[in-house]
Structure formats: C-alpha cells, structure tokens
C-alpha cells in the first residue's frame, strides 16, 4: 500500500503545471525555441497563439523533423495544444490539436 502511495505521488509530482501566459509570449517563445534548436529549419515554420493553442505551419523535409518541432512547441510554458499543420515532403499531414 506505502508503495503504491509513492509512486502515485512521484507520478502526480512530475507532471508540468500549464501556467497562464499571454498568446504573444507563447509564440516568441516558440519562435525563439525553434531558432535554438540546430534541428528545426525555423524559417520555414509560422507560429501563431490563440488561447493557448500554438498552430504551427510550413513545410519540413522530414516526419522527424515534424514530430521534432511540435515537441518543442509543447514543451514551452503555457502551451495547452499543439495544432500542427506543418507538411513535410509532398503530402501534407493535418493533425488534431493534442491537449497537454
């Protein structure tokens, strides 16, 4: 029982806690995020924030690449979804907004 307590614990502790940022600063954060990463082709990418939802688009040669950009459009603070329009090779590929 103390064990199972414990690891429901450390499981409800390692979650991240959605904080209340303005759409602006989610998308500079975003846009600064992809310009860091040696990966991400940033300019290729448009970012734009509505209540949270960061939409991405553009185009990327890979699905890697792809996948690569949403996780660091997630992992930035305030971000509730993740609606990621960008294509890669020569079929675009639309997702449904995923929640955090």
């Known amino acids: 029982m103390t064990i199972a307590i414990l690891i429901c614990a450390m499981g409800c502790s390692a979650r991240q806690p959605i904080v209340d940022r303005d759409d602006t600063s989610i998308t500079n954060d975003v846009r600064a995020r992809l310009a860091a990463d040696a990966q991400a082709n940033s300019s290729e990418i ?55």
């Open 46 to 100: 448009g970012v734009d924030t509505k209540a949270g939802v960061v939409h991405l688009t553009g185009t990327v040669a890979t699905d890697d690449e792809r996948n690569s950009i949403e996780r660091i459009a997630r992992d930035a603070a305030g971000v509730r979804a993740v609606d990621n329009n960008v294509r890669f090779g020569d079929v675009p590929v639309r997702v449904k907004p995923t929640n955090r």
